[in-house]
């Protein structure tokens, strides 16, 4: 059993890229894993300011919702982080975080496995490379954890157009062989 982190980015109440985490999350879960899903919507996250403190206390000295997101992220086995695509990007709230999760770069983080969703209005291949990328980035800074899996569903705009996508049942799938 693994203790997986899945955490929606989407401000929208279910969202596509909120549908996308949720059946990862329920996948994951039908496997035997214990699976704990955060919205960001409705936290508070203050921008980083980069003093770079946390580097050697472990902790922000700002307090706001990132110090429980960050504490879940730190002893979870598995990370995953499922964005809107806003300008081909990742979604701000989900960049903001990443940046306020610098404290868990010196610490003893039990993540090994991080996975990225996406979903978009359009649907090209091209369109996920960048949020994807920016995710990959933050990874890479953590020696001990990879980036494995991506899934990104284009083609959806309107809350809920997800439905009966095949997307999902990838999402569930991917969750399931964790």
């Known amino acids: 059993m693994k203790k997986v982190v899945v955490i929606s980015s989407s401000l929208r ?61 730190l002893h979870a086995d598995v990370l995953v982080f499922a964005t809107p695509i806003y300008y081909y990007e990742m979604s701000g709230i989900l960049k903001t975080l990443l940046d306020r999760a610098n404290p868990l770069y010196p610490s003893d983080y039990q993540f090994r496995e991080v996975y990225a969703l996406a979903a978009a209005a359009e649907d090209e291949e091209h369109v996920p490379e960048k949020a994807f990328s920016g995710i990959e980035g ?41």
């Open 138 to 178: 933050w990874v890479d800074c953590f020696e001990k954890a990879k980036l494995v899996g991506t899934l990104f569903c284009g083609g959806v705009t309107a809350v809920g157009e997800i439905k009966d996508n095949p997307k999902l049942k990838e999402a569930y799938d991917m969750g399931r062989k964790i």
């Open 13 to 73: 109440n279910n969202s596509n890229s909120e549908q996308l985490a949720v059946s990862f999350a329920e996948g994951a879960k039908s496997a035997g894993n214990k699976v704990k899903v955060i919205s960001l919507r409705d936290k508070e996250i203050r921008f980083c300011v980069g003093c770079l403190a946390c580097q050697k206390t472990q902790r922000c000295f700002m307090h706001d919702a990132a110090d429980t997101i960050r504490e879940k992220m």
